[in-house]
Nanobody, 124 residues
Framework: QVQPVESGGGLVQAGGSLRLSCAAS????????MGWFRQAPGKEREFVAA????????NYSPSVKGRFTISRDNAKNTIYLQMNSLIPEDTATYYC?????????????????WGQGTQVTVSS
């Protein structure tokens, strides 16, 4: 089990950057694949990116590929989401969670141990 806590959200202008962090408790963190999702008001939770336990294998949504980078530091029990070239459509609450199967999963039912989320707002 892991208990993630997200941070790093905020208000940024279009074209700007933010780096989100997800610090997770639990000594098994380094064994788990982890992912980021986001949810805008009135919309379903949407897959953003996932990283394997080893930090080398990743998976991205087409909507963020080339702009966002997911990474992890197992020594710090933390995963990161570096977001560049932000656009207003990226505005949402961002959540991290543990993958129940692998990083190829892109639906929320394939993830558990959700954090409380961090708000990202991109102004035009």
């Amino acid at each position: 089990q892991v208990q993630p806590v997200e941070s790093g959200g905020g208000l940024v202008q279009a074209g700007g950057s933010l780096r989100l962090s997800c610090a997770a408790s639990g000594h098994m963190f380094s064994y788990y694949d982890m992912g980021w999702f986001r949810q805008a008001p009135g919309k379903e939770r949407e897959f953003v990116a996932a990283v394997a336990w080893n930090g080398r294998d990743t998976n991205y949504s087409p909507s963020v590929k080339g702009r966002f980078t997911i990474s992890r530091d197992n020594a710090k029990n933390t995963i990161y989401l570096q977001m560049n070239s932000l656009i207003p459509e990226d505005t949402a609450t961002y959540y991290c969670a543990r993958a129940r199967s692998s990083i190829t999963g892109t639906t929320s039912v394939l993830y558990d141990n959700w954090g409380q989320g961090t708000q990202v707002t991109v102004s035009s």
